[in-house]
T-cell receptor
Framework: DARVTQTPRDKVTEMGQEVTMRCQPI?????VFWYRQTMMQGLELLAYFRNRAPLDDSGMPKDRFSAEMPDATLATLKIQPSEPRDSAVYFCASQLGGRGQFFGPGTRLTVL | GENVEQHPSTLSVQEGDSAVIKCTYS??????FPWYKQELGKRPQLIID?????GEKKDQRIAVTLNKTAKHFSLHITETQPEDSAVYFC???????????FGAGTRLFVKA
């Protein structure tokens, strides 16, 4: 049963530190999304890639967030420097063509 | 820009009753409409979907209907059970499958 995986599952850090979150999409899925969710609120799209190329990162604070796909099996989301308001659950999701998305378990980030 | 409106934001029903969640989309080029269920502390999971060439789809106790003319689609849950309690998100995908626009979510409570 193929699943999207994310690491770490939980991250507690101090303000100003760098945070890197990783995602392994389902093999063969060509579109990868990063979302942020706070307190069971809606899903805020941060960035997404198709065939590893960034298509839209307008949802990300550009000065501190960056997203990359160094290869087809790895997507990364980096925050530098982190701030308390970045505390949230970050989900990665992958999709094949125009079908539904499959979400990873999320990374719960707490910035103190 | 494209958006998906979802109503109600909160829905409380008695066990055994039916629940209906409604969504309206703005982009007439949308052609695929998935629904996701997110239980507390879990990832969103795809539960049912419908394509624009179909008016209705059913899977056991859940069904989705689509009215392309009105740009409305709805999720129907019959014989609700306490385990149906969750947040439900509707979504619309633009032709080409690149970007998914999510509704804001409906928090469903099923009272035993």
């Amino acid at each position: 049963d193929a699943r999207v995986t994310q690491t770490p599952r939980d991250k507690v850090t101090e303000m100003g530190q760098e945070v890197t979150m990783r995602c392994q999409p389902i093999l063969g899925h060509n579109t990868v999304f990063w979302y942020r969710q706070t307190m069971m609120q809606g899903l805020e799209l941060l960035a997404y890639f198709r065939n590893r190329a960034p298509l839209d990162d307008s949802g990300m604070p550009k000065d501190r967030f960056s997203a990359e796909m160094p290869d087809a099996t790895l997507a990364t989301l980096k925050i530098q420097p982190s701030e308390p308001r970045d505390s949230a659950v970050y989900f990665c999701a992958s999709q094949l063509g125009g079908r539904g998305q499959f979400f990873g378990p999320g990374t719960r980030l707490t910035v103190l | 820009g494209e958006n998906v409106e979802q109503h109600p934001s909160t829905l409380s029903v008695q066990e055994g009753d039916s629940a209906v969640i409604k969504c309206t989309y703005s982009d007439s080029a949308s052609n695929y409409f998935p629904w996701y269920k997110q239980e507390l502390g879990k990832r969103p999971q795809l539960i049912i979907d419908i394509r624009s060439n179909v008016g209705e789809k059913k899977d056991q106790r859940i069904a989705v209907t689509l009215n392309k003319t009105a740009k409305h689609f709805s999720l129907h849950i019959t014989e609700t059970q306490p385990e149906d309690s969750a947040v439900y998100f509707c979504a619309a995908i633009h032709t080409g499958g690149f970007k998914t626009i999510f509704g804001a979510g409906t928090r469903l409570f099923v009272k035993a």
